[in-house]
C-alpha cells in the first residue's frame, strides 16, 4: 500500500473519530442540560408544596409567599410576607423530596430578611433519615424572613443517573485509545520497515563495490601470465587485500549494533588522556585529510583530559565523527577538534564545514539506520549506523552528546564525559 493511501485511511479514520467524540459530548452535554432542567422544575415544584404545605398550617390566612428564587445553581429560597409554622418544615421537605423524586441530600436555614440572621436549620441526608422530628427554633423569626435550600451535591444526584452514558462513553474513550495506539504501532512499524528496506539496499550497494573489486582482481589473478607482470600483480593483490578490510569493517559495524541492541556490550575501563587520544587519532587521519587538501586543526584548551573509558570505543567515536565530518563535506574539508573543561567533565567537540544537517533530519540523526536523505544520489557510503554506535556508547560512558548544525554552512557534534582527578 503506498504512503499516500495509508495517509489518507488514517486521515479518514481521524476524522471519523472526531465526529464520534463530538457527537457523544454533545449527547452528555444535552443529557445534562435536560437532567438540569428535570432538577430545578422538580426542586420548585416541591419548595411550592412546601410553601403551600406550611401556609395551610398557619392559624392565621392572611400569610403569602412571595415567592421561590433560584439564588444559584444548587440553591434556592422561599420569601414569606409573614411568620408561617415552620416547626414541621424538616418534614415538609423530606416528604416532597421524595414525592418528587429529589434524592439528594440538602441543607436548609431560616434567615431574617433585613439582618439575614441565622436562626435555625441542618444538613439532611435524604437516604439515611429516620424519624423525622419537628424543627426546634432558636429564636423567633421577625415579619419577614425566608428560608434557604441548598443541594450540596447535585452534582452527583446528576450523574447518579448518568452513569451508564458515562459508563458508555468512558468505554468509548477506551477504544478511541486502543485505536490511536494501533495506528501509531502500525505507523512505527511501517517507519521501522521502511528503514530496515533501506538497510538492506544500501548494505547490498555497499557490499556489492568491494565484492564485485574482489571478483575482477581474482579473475585478473587467475590469468596465466600474470606472474610474468609482479607489479600488477602486487597491485591487485593490494586491491583485494583493501577492498576485504572495507568487507570486515563494515561487517564489525553491524556486529556492534548487534551488540547494542543485545546489551552485551563490556567496556574495558581505563584511565585515558583524551589529548593523546585526539593526537595520534588526528595523525592517522593526517593523510585522508591531506589527499583532500584539507585541514585538520587541534585547539586542546582542556587542563585536565584524563577520563575513564574504554580507548576502543573512544577511538572509534571520534573516528565516526571526523569520517563523517569528510564524508559529508562538499568542498575542501575544514576540520577542527577543540576541547575545554566544563561542569567537572572534559567538552570535545568536532567543527566541520560540511553540507550541515537541516532541522528535520536533526532530530533523527542519532536513530538507528537513519541516513540524511540525498534523493536517489547514493553519494555517501555508509549504514546509518555510525551515530547511533556514537550516542550509544557515549550514555554507556554515562555522557552527553549534542549537535548545532547549519545547512551549507557545517555542523558541531560536542561530547561530554566525566573528568578524572589526576
Not at 117 to 141: C, D, M, Q, W
Not at 153 to 170: A, G, P, R, T, V
Request: net charge positive; glycine share 4%.
Amino acid at each position: 500500500m503506498s504512503r499516500t493511501a495509508i495517509r489518507n485511511i488514517i486521515l479518514l479514520a481521524f476524522i471519523s473519530l472526531a465526529g464520534i467524540i463530538s457527537t457523544q459530548i454533545f449527547w452528555v452535554k444535552k443529557a445534562l442540560d435536560l437532567k438540569e432542567q428535570q432538577f430545578n422544575h422538580r426542586v420548585l415544584v416541591a419548595l411550592k408544596s412546601v410553601a403551600d404545605r406550611l401556609i395551610s398550617d398557619t392559624k392565621k390566612g392572611n400569610v403569602q409567599l412571595d415567592g421561590i428564587n433560584k439564588k444559584a445553581s444548587n440553591y434556592y429560597t422561599m420569601d414569606f410576607s409573614s411568620p408561617v409554622n415552620v416547626r414541621m418544615l424538616e418534614n415538609y421537605l423530606v416528604i416532597e423530596s421524595k414525592n418528587h423524586n429529589l434524592n439528594s441530600d440538602f441543607e436548609y436555614g431560616i434567615f431574617e430578611c433585613t439582618t439575614d440572621s441565622f436562626y435555625t436549620g441542618r444538613f439532611v441526608n435524604i437516604e439515611k433519615i429516620g424519624k423525622i422530628e419537628r424543627l426546634k427554633i432558636k429564636a423567633k423569626p421577625s415579619e419577614n424572613y425566608y428560608i434557604g435550600v441548598l443541594f450540596p451535591k447535585k452534582i452527583s444526584y446528576l450523574h447518579d443517573d448518568l452513569k451508564l452514558l458515562i459508563f458508555f462513553s468512558i468505554v468509548l474513550l477506551i477504544v478511541i485509545g486502543f485505536f490511536t495506539y494501533t495506528i501509531l504501532v502500525i505507523l512505527k512499524q511501517k517507519k521501522l520497515s521502511e528503514i530496515k528496506t533501506d538497510f538492506v539496499n544500501n548494505m547490498t550497494h555497499e557490499f556489492k563495490t568491494p565484492i564485485s573489486t574482489i571478483a575482477l582482481a581474482s579473475d585478473v589473478l587467475k590469468k596465466d601470465n600474470i606472474i610474468q607482470y609482479p607489479e600488477r600483480l602486487k597491485h591487485y593483490a593490494t586491491i583485494i587485500q583493501e577492498e576485504n578490510s572495507r568487507l570486515k569493517s563494515q561487517v564489525e559495524a553491524v556486529l556492534q549494533v548487534s551488540q547494542i541492541d543485545s546489551h552485551k556490550v563490556i567496556l574495558n575501563i581505563t584511565d585515558i588522556d583524551m589529548h593523546d587520544l585526539i593526537e595520534n587519532i588526528a595523525k592517522n587521519m593526517e593523510p585522508r585529510i591531506s589527499k583532500l587538501d584539507g585541514i585538520l586543526k587541534l585547539k586542546l584548551d582542556a587542563k585536565n583530559a584524563l577520563v575513564a573509558g574504554d580507548e576502543v570505543h573512544l577511538t572509534n567515536i571520534l573516528y565516526n565523527l571526523l569520517d563523517n565530518a569528510i564524508k559529508y563535506c562538499d568542498k575542501i574539508p575544514s576540520i577542527e577538534i577543540i576541547t575545554v573543561n566544563k561542569h567537572k567533565g572534559i567538552e570535545i567537540s568536532v567543527k566541520d564545514n560540511g553540507k550541515g544537517i537541516d532541522n528535520n533530519a536533526q532530530r533523527m540523526i542519532f536513530d538507528k539506520f537513519f541516513r540524511v536523505p540525498s534523493g536517489n544520489v547514493h553519494d555517501v557510503k555508509g549504514f546509518g549506523l555510525g551515530l547511533f554506535y556514537v550516542k550509544s556508547m557515549i550514555v554507556l560512558h554515562k555522557g552527553k552528546i549534542a549537535l548545532h548544525s547549519t545547512p551549507n554552512v557545517g555542523t558541531t557534534f560536542t561530547i561530554w564525559l566525566h573528568s578524572k582527578e589526576k
